[in-house]
């Protein structure tokens, strides 16, 4: 694969996902080591360029790129330029003077990354722009899906408000373009029609459709209210697995997915955690080896190599 | 492109190798080739320390993570994993690789071997030395020296990684 950034899944051809998931099991094969550090990105300079608050995506690139012995600084932007009215390109100019490698973007408006990997030549990864695409957790959750059914055409059902989620739109483009096959399930408004994906709008239907792998979206809490669920309690009685449902679940051996972080007793309750196959903490520890992947495959087009 | 050791004379190379390696070692050792295609050679010098009854351990390490020049290549090289099954502390490795020649994979297999470990002797094995060194690294043992140019290609082929065993020299003006 010769690519400079990653931006989102749709425009990768199948194969070039299945190298990105190959070439991430080598690198979870080193958290086994007491040292889990590698020398690939020595000297290399990462920049995480966060418009939006995220602990997780943030602290799993960081532990990454740091494992690759690349120097990681976090340019929290929130807090600083964007109040000072910095605009996006004086930012990238800034980056630019800071001779960064590799640029993790992530920001509400959809397509920004692309928009930044234009200006500059250095790798840019989206960490999330929008409900646009959130590549590396479409990868982190194929690479773990793959984990426990090397064998496509497995049954997906994503759960949630997939209008709004770039989790939905990422995880479902992959696995679909690896052959799995994907449902979706959510109250009516929320559950666009996507060509080649099964809609439902209740659990008892969609159970029915006997998936293999229940995959759980966070509810967003501030969109509660009338226009899309009328509260969190009622979205648990209609789409969260609830004690009943996840009984169904565990006698039957169902997977089950979550990008994190958990809503107890919104999308899921408490029993689910402690479920033996519920994959939350394997999908932590496989975005780590993913993104280090990804960061290794990546080569930036800077000025500076080419002497 | 000229033959320079056909599958007769990779045999014999790596008979020299493992009878080196049995004539100078008394204690186990842990044989690790480097990918690829040291790992074929490291397998068949196991099955010589293997019939003479000798106990060893044995391990793959891939070194592509370990690497100087991947800041100057435009593709990074295809990683597979490495499989280090032992303890290395204290152990006496011989590390094994088809080709030395800079001395650059050794330096590199070197730092990914002590990030399992503090081994307590690290030795090296080659089946061919063509010289040409640009690191302070020499081979313990040695199947056989080639006399090549600088600018030369040595191309070695084995078995199970290629489909046949030869040595090949392809010449660059």
């Known amino acids: 694969m010769v690519r400079k950034d990653l931006l989102d899944l749709a425009s990768l051809e199948r194969q070039e996902v299945e190298e990105i998931l190959d070439q991430a099991i080598p690198f979870k094969d080193l958290f086994q080591r007491s040292v889990k550090k590698v020398p690939a990105l020595k000297g290399k300079t990462v920049l995480m360029l966060f418009y939006e608050p995220s602990t997780r995506t943030l602290s799993s690139f960081e532990v990454a790129a740091k494992r690759l012995s690349a120097d990681v600084t976090v340019f929290d932007v929130p807090h600083s330029s964007v109040v000072k009215g910095e605009s996006v390109k004086d930012t990238i100019d800034t980056l630019q003077a800071m001779q960064a490698d590799y640029i993790v973007v992530r920001h509400q408006m959809p397509g920004l990354p692309g928009r930044i990997a234009r200006m500059t030549g250095a790798s840019v990864v989206s960490a999330g722009d929008g409900a646009h695409a959130h590549p590396t957790q479409g990868l982190l959750d194929a690479f773990t899906l793959r984990e426990i059914y090397p064998e496509s055409g497995k049954k997906v059902l994503i759960v949630g408000d997939i209008r709004h989620s770039r989790v939905a739109r990422s995880t479902s483009t992959v696995f679909r373009k690896l052959g799995y096959e994907v449902a979706f399930l959510g109250p009516g408004s929320l559950v666009p029609d996507v060509p080649g994906i099964k809609r439902f709008t209740s659990f008892d239907e969609a159970w029915r459709w006997n998936p293999d792998v229940v995959y759980l979206l966070r509810v967003q809490k501030e969109r509660q209210g009338a226009q899309y669920y009328p509260s969190v309690g009622e979205y648990h009685k209609l789409y969260g697995v609830t004690e009943e449902r996840f009984r169904l679940i565990a006698d039957e051996g169902k997977w089950v997915m979550h990008p994190g972080p958990v809503n107890r007793g919104v999308e899921l309750c408490d029993a689910v955690m402690d479920y033996e196959r519920t994959l939350i903490n394997r999908q932590v520890e496989n975005g780590i080896a993913v993104r280090m992947a990804v960061l290794y495959l990546l080569k930036p087009k800077l000025a500076r190599m080419e002497s | ?173």
């Open chain 2, 1 to 173: 492109m000229a033959v320079l050791m056909d599958a007769g004379e990779i045999e014999k190379a790596v008979d020299t190798l493992a009878e080196s390696i049995l004539g100078k070692t008394t204690e186990e050792v842990a044989i690790v080739g480097i990918r690829r295609r040291g790992d074929e050679v490291a397998e068949r010098v196991c099955e010589r320390l293997k019939a003479a009854g000798r106990s060893f351990q044995f391990g793959i390490l891939d070194i592509s993570l370990y690497r100087d020049d991947l800041a100057h290549l435009t593709e990074n090289p295809k990683l597979q994993s490495s499989d280090i099954p032992f303890v290395v502390d204290g152990a006496h490795v011989i590390l094994v690789d088809d080709v030395l020649f800079t001395g650059r994979t050794i330096r590199a297999a070197l730092d990914a071997l002590t990030d399992y470990g503090r081994p307590g002797k690290i030795e090296l094995a080659v089946l061919i030395d063509r010289g040409w060194r640009e690191l302070p690294i020499q081979p313990d043992y040695v199947g056989k020296a080639l006399e090549t140019e600088r600018l030369d290609e040595v191309v070695v082929s084995l078995r199970d990684t290629d489909g046949a065993d030869a040595v090949k020299l392809e010449q660059k003006d």
